[in-house]
């Protein structure tokens, strides 16, 4: 299970999103977590399913990263599928027993909310999948470059998000070892009531508290070695500009972003 958590990852590639600026993905993103929020019906989330799927064949990602980024959340889904199925009862009425009661209307929500949490998981990843740790705190840290006007450290915030975002993968490595390690010493993590097996964790997580403290502790001293003291000064080997393909995608994206708006109204 934990190494199907894809979160954090960056994977190298040629597609038109790697070669996109990372501002404008990050722009593009909230954009499309919106246009999911905007959809008001199933017709219209349809337009952000269609959004999802062209944007990861252009994106060139494995369709295997899809179902690694779904499982761990899909405990999520099913929860939120049962409750919107059962204690939504308006509608016609398609099984019914005790204080249980499924309807129209629970049916259609449960499959609305569903498609929803998937479409905003398996979306959001692509930010990471396509964008490099460097060129992520590049681009977070010149759109909010106008807060330093009322004295923010957006340099340290954005260095902060980006090397945070980036231990995700280190840290789920390091507790995949520290349960094998475990496993091979006898422990048994998979057996035994939920108390036990929430005690059977405590040898887990004592040794990744002090493994992540280490791994912090190493990488300030690795900084202030390189003389690291903030973005003043800082000039960059890599200039952030905007392309034709930044251009296209924007243009793209509000074409999809008026194609929900349409179909809701259409449909509303």
């Not at 905003?120 to 106008?146: H, K, N």
């Not at 040898?203 to 300030?220: D, G, K, M, N, T």
């Not at 392309?243 to 243009?251: G, I, K, N």
Request: charged share 20%; net charge positive; aromatic share 8%.
């Amino acid at each position: 299970m934990l190494k199907d958590i894809t979160i954090g990852q960056f994977f190298p590639g040629t597609s038109p999103l790697h070669r996109m600026d990372s501002r404008a993905k990050l722009l593009l993103t909230i954009a499309f977590i919106v246009m999911l929020f905007l959809a008001g019906n199933i017709y219209s989330l349809c337009v952000g399913v269609a959004f999802t799927f062209l944007s990861y064949v252009i994106s060139e990602i494995p369709v295997k990263m899809i179902l690694k980024s779904l499982k761990p959340i899909l405990p999520i889904i099913i929860i939120t599928s049962i409750l919107n199925l059962f204690f939504i009862r308006t509608g016609d009425v398609y099984w019914e027993w005790k204080f249980l009661k499924i309807t129209s209307e629970g049916v259609n929500t449960a499959v609305f909310m569903t498609v929803r949490i998937i479409c905003l998981i398996i979306g959001s990843s692509l930010l990471t999948y396509t964008t490099s740790p460097i060129d992520l705190t590049d681009g977070l840290e010149r759109l909010l470059s106008p807060l330093k006007k009322i004295k923010v450290p957006v340099h340290e915030l954005a260095m902060m998000m980006t090397i945070a975002l980036r231990f995700i993968p280190t840290l789920i490595e390091e507790t995949d070892k520290i349960m094998a390690a475990q496993k091979a010493r006898g422990a048994d993590m998979e057996t035994g009531s939920i108390f036990k097996r929430a005690k059977a964790l405590v040898p887990i997580l004592i040794p990744l508290f002090v493994s992540s403290f280490r791994r912090a502790e190493e990488l300030a001293l690795a900084m202030e070695c390189r003389c690291y003291h903030g973005g003043e000064g800082r000039t960059r080997m890599k200039q952030l500009r905007f392309h034709l393909v930044d251009l296209v995608a924007t243009l793209v994206v509000a074409a999809f972003i008026a194609g929900v708006a349409v179909v809701n109204r259409l449909a509303g």
